[in-house]
């Protein structure tokens, strides 16, 4: 099988929890910006994808899947990581929905936001989220497992470290009073191939004054433009 390409932007959001699904698997993939992959800036691309928006991922024959969840649906399929029982897959799906709900605002305000906009976002976000949590709090203290649905990673696993990995840059303490889900973090930093993943991604630098990767040793700012 050829590898896919999984197509993105300069942030560090909807393209996560895929990256950490394949190397956890083993899975390779290649990843380019919308600019490398179409040849163009991303503007002018918007209408060569299902829903003018990524990710999307590039498999076999040229075949495009767009969604974020559709994407890890497909992987977790393609993977052999669905639980086969439906009631148990509706439950893992279920799971992930609600961490596709962190979504907004918390990515964009990480990944955008400065200066007074981002403190007022941090603080709305703030006064949000504990029964979010207070919700995943209670999933993994009934499950006991460790991980969402057992003690193993399923795909909604993926989708909610990456949002609690970013609203750690809105508060290092954000799991104090959550230690089951604190639990869950270290678990998934251990699963195989995560601590490779996160320590070879670009790191997210200046969060809310000046945001950058630092992609290839060089900073650049977060955006939909090649520079
Ligand atoms: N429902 C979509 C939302 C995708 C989305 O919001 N993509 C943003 C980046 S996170 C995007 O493509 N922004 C650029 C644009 O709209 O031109 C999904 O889950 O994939």
């Known amino acids: ?20 699904l394949m190397h956890h698997a083993g899975m390779a993939y290649s990843y380019k910006m919308a600019w490398d992959h179409f040849g163009k800036p991303w503007p002018d691309s918007k209408r060569e994808v299902p829903f003018r928006q990524l990710p999307m991922l590039v498999v076999e024959g040229g075949r495009q899947i767009a ?9 977790a399929n393609h993977l052999g990581m669905m639980p086969a029982d439906p009631v148990a897959a509706a439950w893992v799906d279920s799971i992930f929905e609600a961490t596709q709900e962190l979504f907004m605002p918390l990515n ?9 906009d981002f403190e007022t976002k941090r603080t709305n976000i703030l006064s949000a989220l504990p029964p979010r949590l207070d919700d995943f709090e209670r999933i993994l203290d009934r499950d006991g497992g460790g991980f969402l649905a057992g003690n193993v990673p399923h795909y ?3 989708g909610l470290f990456h949002h609690l990995d970013l609203a750690h840059f809105l508060d290092d303490d954000l799991l ?27 790191e997210l630098t200046g969060v809310g004054e000046k945001p950058q990767l630092v992609i290839d040793g060089r900073p650049v700012p977060t955006g939909m433009k090649a520079d």
């Open 156 to 158: 909604c696993d993926f």
């Open 108 to 116: 964009p305000t990480i990944n955008f936001a400065v200066g007074d």
């Open 67 to 75: 969604q974020s969840g559709s994407i890890m649906r497909y992987l």
């Open 1 to 20: 099988m050829t590898k896919p390409v999984l197509v993105y932007l300069k942030m560090r959001a909807l393209a996560e929890a895929p990256q950490m």
């Open 176 to 202: 104090t009073d959550f230690p089951q889900l604190a639990a869950f973090m270290q678990n998934m930093r251990g699963i195989d191939g995560m601590a490779d993943y996160l320590q070879s991604r670009p």
